[in-house]
């Protein structure tokens, strides 16, 4: 089973500010570090049908 988060703009526009700018910015960052340290994989909702795609294929070839 693959365990993915996709992301839409609010947490990509807080994860391109600099750390210590807000509260928001520091716990989001720390926020998606633990999320690929346990393994999950961390996307923007753009490249969702591109990850799906992927999916598909390898599925389909496996």
């Known amino acids: 089973m693959i ?3 996709f ?3 609010g947490p990509l526009g807080l ?3 600099r750390t210590g700018k807000s509260p ?3 716990e989001c960052k720390r926020w998606v570090v ?3 340290r346990a393994g999950v994989e961390v996307a923007n909702v753009g ?5 799906m795609n992927a ?3 390898r599925d ?3």
């Open 3 to 5: 365990r993915a988060v």
């Open 15 to 17: 994860l391109t500010q």
């Open 55 to 57: 999916r598909v294929w």
């Open 24 to 26: 928001e910015v520091d």
């Open 47 to 51: 490249h969702l049908s591109r990850f």
């Open 34 to 36: 633990a999320l690929a």
């Open 7 to 9: 992301l839409d703009a």
């Open 60 to 62: 389909i070839a496996a």
